[in-house]
C-alpha cells in the first residue's frame, strides 16, 4: 500500500504508536480542503472531550492502555479517522461521536485520552 | 418483492437442492457470528422460527443459542448463534467461545462446517474487518450484507459481484427484518459449498489499523457507497436525547409501562381466572369425590391457576421491553442512565441488564456478560434481584387490591398503581445503595472505558416481538408446571398429614400447619401468622408461590373457603402486616432459578450465599420496620 509515516508523538508515551497512511491524509487533506479558510485551528492539539457538538476532529492517538484502546479501535477510532461530535446525555456526559459510520457513546472521561487534531467545523467562525 | 423473483429463486433452490442431494454433502453445522447490531439474530429467528434451544456453553458463561432451520429439499441444518464479536482476538469471554467454536476447539460442540458472517451493509467498511479473520479460517463462508432494505433507501449501494471476487467467498444482500433474499441463505445452507479462496493479501489479523485498512480497500474495490446517515434517527435522537424533552420522556416512557401493566392487564387476568375457575369446577363436578379430586381440585389446579393468572402482565412487560429494545430506544435509555449509574460506580450497560431484571433476574443476571469488567459485573449480578421481577408482581397486585383503596391520587395516578410504582423504587434504591457500598469497598475497581453503539431506529417487527413472547411464555409455564407444581403437590401432602381417622387433620394440625407454627415465633414482630410462614415457606422455591399456597389453605379451611382471596387475606393481615409482606417480598431472595444462575455465573458458592444472607436480613429488618411504623 506504499509507506507509512509517523507523525509526532505526544510528550506521554502514548500506548499507541501514531501511524497514519496515506490515504489517512487524504482524508485529512479533504477535511482541510473541506473546510477551506476556517481552518485557523488545524494544528491545535486537543481532545475529544474540547469538541462541541457539531465540531470535527482528525482523531491523533488514544492514549489508553493496550486492551482498551483496541476496543476503540475496533469500533472505528483508528488514528486518522475523522471524528464528529454528537448529542449527548444531559449535562454532556457521556456524549455520542460519529466515526467510521457508526454512532458510540463516550464518557468525559475516556474522551478525554483521545487526542485529536481540531479542524473546527463547517458554520463556526 | 415481485412474483418474479420469488420464481427464480424457486428454480435456484430446486436445482441446488438437487446437486447437493447428488453429493450428499449439506453441511450438518453452521455457525452465525458477525458484529454486535449486525441484525444477526433477527436472520437466525428468521432461519429457525419456533425451532430454537438456549442454554449455557459448559464451563463459561455465554449463552448458546442453537436452533434447526430447514431446507426445501427435507433436509435440515443446525445452526449456532455465536455470541456478537468485533474480532476474533480472544480476550474476552464471548470472544473466546466465538473463536474456539470456529477453530473446532470444544469438545462440546463440532466444528461447523460452514459458516453465515453477517454484516451491515450500511456500515460496510468497518464491519468487513470482522471477514478477514472469519475467511482466513478456510472454512466455507457466505458473507451476508443485513439492512439492504436501510442500504437502498439511503443512498447506499455495493457491487456483490466485484465484493465476491475480493473476498474469494460468495457474497448475498439480504435483509433479514423484511425477509428478503433469506433464499439465497438457504440455497447455501443446501448446497456444498466451496472453501474461500486464500485472501491475496491477508492483513494481519492483530493489528486493528490494517485490518480497517484492508476492509476499505475491499470496501472501494467493490464500489462500496456509504449511504447517507439515516435522517430519522437524527431527528428522533435531536428529541430523545434533548437536554430537557430526553429525560421527560424518560421517566414517562417507565411511567407508562408501569400503568399499562397495571390496568390493562386487569381484564385479561380476569379472562384467564374465569376460565381455570370454570375448568376447575368441572372437574370437580365430573369426578366422585375422592382423595384425588381433592388433589387435583384443591391442589394442583386452584394452585398451578393462580400462578399461570399473571400469564398476560409477564408477556405485556416482556411485550414493551422488547419494543423498547428492537426500536433502538433502550440504547437511548442507557446513555441517559449512564451518569446516575456512574454516580453508584456502576455504569449504563449495566441498566439494560438491571431493566430486564424487572422481568425476571435470570435473563438479566445472563445479559450482565456484555459487561466486561469484571468487577463491575459482579455488583450488577449482586444487586439485579432487587429489582422487582414478574415473580414479584402477581404478590404486589394481590396485596395492593386486598389492602389498598381504588381511588384517584392528585387526579391523574392511580393509588394502587402509585403503590405499584413506589414498590419497584423502593428496590432501585435499596439496589442503588448496596451497588454503592459494594462499589466503595469489595469490588471497587478502575473505572473501564464505557462504549455504547447507538444503533439506528427501526421499527420493532410483530415476528420477532412475537416469537420473544413465545419463549417468554414458555418459560412460565414451564415454571408453573415444575417448580409450583411440584410444591403445590408437596404442601397438599403436607397439609392432609397425619390423617386422623382416615380424613384430613384440618390446616392447623396438618405437618404444614405444625411448620408454620414452628416458625410463627420468628415471623409475629414482623405481623405474620403461621399461615403467612407457610406460604414464606414455600416461596423460598419461587416469589409467585405463595399465591398458590395461600390459594390452597384457604380453599382447604373451612372458615374460608367461601371467601375470595382477598377478603380471606384482610383475616390474616392488618395493612401494616401487608405492607410488611410487600416490603419483606421486595428484598429478600426467594428465587432457586436465581440462586442457582448467580452460583454458574460468578463459579462458586461465594457470592451467592453472600447474596441470599444480605438480602435476608434486609427483608427481615425491612418488614420489621413497615410493621412498626404503620397503624
Known sequence: ?125 | MSGCSDCTSCQTTSSRGISAAVLGAAPKTVALIGPPNSGKTTLFNRLTGLRQKVANFPGVTVEQHTGIAELPDGGAVEIIDLPGVYSLQPRSEDEQVAYDVLTGRRADTPKPEAILLVLDSTNLARHLMLAAPILSLGVPTLVILNMADDLRSRGGHVDLEALAGQLGAPVALISARQGEGIEEVVDFLAASAPKPAPLEQLPVLHDVPKCREWAGRVGSQARYRAPIPPVWTRRLDALFLHPVAGPLIFLAVVCAVFQTIFTAAVPLMDGVKWLFDASGNWIAATLPPSILRSLLVEGVWRGVGSVVVFLPQVLLLFLFLGILEDSGYLARAALIADRTMAKVGLQGKSFIPLLSAYACAVPAILATRTIENKRDRTATILIAPFMTCSARLPVYTLLIAAFLPNRQLFGFANARAAALLGLYALGFLVAVATARVLKSSVLRSRRTPFLLEMPSYRWPTVRSIGLRLYDRSKVFLRRAGTVILLVTVLLWVAAHLPTVGGKAPGMEHSVAGMVGHAIEPVIKPLGFNWRIGIGLITSLAARETIIGTLGEIYGMDPESRALDMQKALQHDLSTGGAVALMVFFAFAMQCISTIAVVRRETGGWRWPLFQFAYMGVLAYAGAFLAFHLIP
Open chain 1, 1 to 125: 500500500m506504499g509507506g507509512r509515516r509517523g507523525i509526532e508523538g505526544t510528550a506521554q508515551a502514548a500506548h499507541y504508536v501514531l501511524l497514519t497512511t496515506i490515504s489517512d491524509f487524504a482524508i485529512l487533506n479533504n477535511m482541510l480542503q473541506l473546510s477551506g479558510n476556517k481552518n485557523l485551528h488545524a494544528d491545535r492539539l486537543a481532545t475529544l472531550v474540547d469538541l462541541r457538538r457539531g465540531d470535527a476532529a482528525i482523531l491523533d492517538c488514544i492514549d489508553l492502555p493496550g486492551d482498551d484502546a483496541r476496543r476503540l479501535m475496533e469500533l472505528g477510532f483508528l488514528p486518522g479517522t475523522r471524528v464528529v461530535a454528537g448529542l449527548s446525555a444531559p449535562g454532556g456526559d457521556p456524549r455520542v461521536f460519529q466515526v467510521d459510520g457508526s454512532e458510540i457513546a463516550l464518557r468525559r472521561e475516556t474522551a478525554r485520552r483521545l487526542r485529536v487534531r481540531f479542524i473546527g467545523a463547517p458554520g463556526t467562525p
